[in-house]
């Protein structure tokens, strides 16, 4: 259930829940802490009381001191170097009145009996009457929460063990620790140590504050952190996502893809390639329609003239008519067959670039490759003949995928063929041009072009073509310049000055 609610949110949503349960699990470690500091720090202060309460009941024990207010007081006067480095301590006997107290102990010992402190109240001004009320008034509740504590010690399973407890106010932090005291096997009184823990208090507080300041300071760190996540990185991979929504839905909504593609991190580089890619797919739609739109239009002709022959075959009884309309028939046939090849044939070809890679290759060896095998076949057949002129012995090396410069030259020269008569001569030329540049040069005794934009005889489906149409899809031209511009280079068409047509394709330089 957890795993399926986190995979349901973005990613700073992610970013911010992960850090919520993180510090959940450190502010309860946290607690942990505090609450195993504060006893740590008192255990270390409670070893100091019972050491004090053994010594002194050890004393009490050996000097055989009775449990009255006199022996008490007269007992902490002369071993008061023993509570010199304690705030106070108290002594009650075995009904849980106080009959001993060091807070007596800066006092004349006069004033251990009642006349000569009645006799010392007298002689204090009335303020310092007013402050030892306040200060009795301060003891007596101090005694009163004391008394509750020695009751519930008396009868609890600690009887006879040191028992620490502690009392908070808001300005003092009291650490008590109590213990009973034998005497010939009877509980006879019980020994009170009262401290002014206020460091205990104070060392929590400074942990807790530490804690506190840490754990805001990290916060900070983390609202920013998720600021500068969201504003950099977060938002503009939320606006590629819309934008791909965008042209998945074909809307007309506007993206703000161009601000993020002038950014110099991978998040830029990553909406170029988008953009590109989107653009190249784009491009290649709607080449795929309008090849199909072209491909339509070119069968619609032969398959009109099937047709008419078709329905003229069956009505007419003349065999020379007959005849004829079969070779119609059969020449629209051949066509309609050819465009669908070469269309298929195209379109593989199309998918297939997209995965092949371009390395150096010597141009000469491929060109003398492919016009040994169309000399071998045309030389006999039509008496046509393919001369290679490539200047001498030079290496004319270019970036390109062999099969591919291949089929370039063959379509080159089976165009220059189809406009060529028997017994023509064709030349293919190799040279270097300037800046490195490799030039390819295609020329034919044909009858050239009729266009004065020669531009358009790359289009699909050029209609100036030789009679032998069934031979020809209109598409091998367009085919070369699609490659020529997938190798980066330029294709140019001309005719020339005496007779017949010049292509010229211009390789860059490595």
Request: proline share 1%; net charge neutral.
């Amino acid at each position: 259930m957890l795993s399926y609610f986190i995979k349901n949110l973005s990613i700073l949503k992610k970013f911010l829940f992960i850090n919520f349960i993180a510090f959940l699990i450190i502010g309860i470690l946290t607690i942990f802490y505090l609450n195993s500091i504060k006893p740590s720090i008192i255990k270390d202060k409670t070893s100091n009381h019972i050491n004090v309460l053994n010594n002194t009941i050890e004393n009490l024990n050996r000097l055989k001191i009775k449990f009255n207010e006199f022996d008490i007081r007269n007992f902490l006067f002369s071993t008061r170097f023993l509570f010199q480095n304690l705030d106070r301590v108290q002594i009650f006997d075995s009904k849980f009145k106080l009959i001993g107290d060091t807070d007596t102990l800066d006092l004349d010992p006069r004033a251990f009996s009642q006349k000569l402190e009645i006799i010392e109240m007298k002689d204090l001004n009335k303020n310092q009457i007013q402050k030892k009320k306040e200060k009795n008034n301060i003891s007596n509740k101090k005694n009163s929460f004391i008394d509750s504590e020695l009751k519930n010690y008396s009868s609890s399973s600690d009887f006879g063990k040191p028992y620490t407890f502690t009392e908070e106010t808001y300005d003092q932090f009291l650490l008590i620790t109590i213990k009973n005291v034998f005497f010939d096997n009877k509980n006879v009184g019980y020994l009170a140590i009262i401290e002014n823990a206020n460091d205990v208090k104070i060392a929590i507080d400074e942990r807790k504050n530490f804690i506190i300041r840490t754990v805001i300071l990290v916060v900070i760190v983390i609202l920013i952190f998720s600021f500068v996540l969201n504003r950099y990185f977060l938002k503009p991979i939320k606006n590629l996502v819309t934008y791909t929504k965008i042209i998945k839905d074909k809307s007309d909504e506007k993206s703000n893809i161009e601000n993020i593609k002038r950014r110099n991190d991978e998040i830029g580089v990553l909406s170029n390639s988008l953009d590109e890619m989107t653009n190249e797919l784009n491009k290649r739609i709607a080449t795929a329609e309008n090849y199909s739109t072209d491909l339509l239009h070119e069968i619609r002709n032969p398959l009109a003239s099937l047709k008419s022959a078709s329905d003229i075959i069956s009505e007419t009884e003349n065999k020379e008519l007959r005849n004829k309309l079969v070779g119609i028939v059969s020449h629209d046939v051949e066509r309609v067959e050819r465009l669908i090849t070469d269309y298929s044939q195209m379109l593989k070809d199309e998918a297939a670039i997209s995965s092949e890679r371009m390395k150096k290759i010597d141009l000469s060896h491929i060109v003398k490759s492919v016009v040994d095998d169309f000399n071998s076949i045309y030389e006999s057949k039509r008496s046509i003949g393919i001369k290679l002129q490539t200047n001498g012995g030079k290496e004319y090396s270019i970036l390109g995928i062999e099969n591919r410069i291949e089929q370039i030259i063959a379509n080159l020269l089976e165009n220059s063929i189809s406009f060529s008569e028997n017994n023509q001569e064709i030349i293919v030329e190799i040279s270097k041009k300037q800046n490195d540049k490799i030039s390819l040069l295609v020329i034919d005794e044909g009858m050239g072009f009729s266009e004065k934009n020669t531009d358009k005889i790359f289009n699909r489906f050029y209609s100036n073509r030789p009679e032998k149409f069934g031979e020809h899809s209109g598409l091998g031209l367009n085919i070369v310049k699609n490659l020529v511009e997938l190798h980066n280079g330029e294709i140019i068409a001309t005719n020339n000055k005496n007779k017949g047509a010049k292509v010229e394709i211009i390789f860059p330089a490595i």
